[in-house]
């Protein structure tokens, strides 16, 4: 499987990840020091399970380790916490360990097949990274997109209420402030 072929299946490992813990409900705290807790277990596994191995294989374990548990903990992280901000972190953490496990494979190459491995890497990563923020810019356009529209319907409503007087029209008023978030 050459680089590309591998970054692409993880990339599409993680949309599914994200998916997933987007949908999970928020848990509460002990729940998230367990989760932390599992966590470090799996690590301290993954890592023990390396130690079969040796050289850049050794290495690649490793890394590949360290970025399961980064990821796990990024998850994790929005999990407890479900803002946005915490989720548009975890493509993030996954491009960079997806990176640097691609980088670390192309120690075993040489030559130019070495340094073409390494463009490779760069550009799965590049574009890992430019997919999260073009994820995070459109998932802020449509929050402003949902205001506006929040926005027009109360403006409708608002004019609706003034053809009304007396009480009907305060009542129609104090409705659609309440119905449209406004204060």
Do not use: W
């Not at 360990?97 to 691609?102: E, I, L, Q, T, W």
């Not at 409503?157 to 402030?177: F, H, N, P, R, V």
């Amino acid at each position: 499987m050459s680089t590309i072929q591998y970054c692409k299946s993880l990339l599409a490992m993680a949309a599914l990840g994200a998916c997933t813990a987007a949908l999970a409900a928020p848990m509460n705290h002990t729940e998230y020091v367990a989760g932390k807790d599992r966590i470090s277990a799996d690590y301290k596994v993954d890592k023990a399970a390396c130690k079969q191995s040796t050289g850049n294989a050794r290495d690649i374990c490793i890394l590949e380790a360290k970025g399961k548990e980064a990821v796990a903990r990024a998850e994790l992280e929005v999990g407890y916490t479900g803002k946005p901000a915490d989720a548009a972190k975890v493509p993030v953490v996954r491009a960079d360990a997806d990176y640097k496990v691609a980088k670390e494979r192309c120690d075993d190459l040489a030559g130019n097949a070495k340094s073409t491995c390494k463009t490779e890497a760069k550009a799965v990563h590049e574009k890992a990274l430019a997919d999260a923020k073009l994820n995070k810019t459109v998932g802020e356009a449509k929050k402003d997109a949902a205001q506006d529209k929040r926005d027009a319907d109360y403006s409708v409503a608002k004019q609706k209420c003034e053809s009304l007087t007396g009480d009907a029209q305060s009542a129609c008023l104090i409705s659609a402030k309440a119905r449209f978030d406004k204060v």
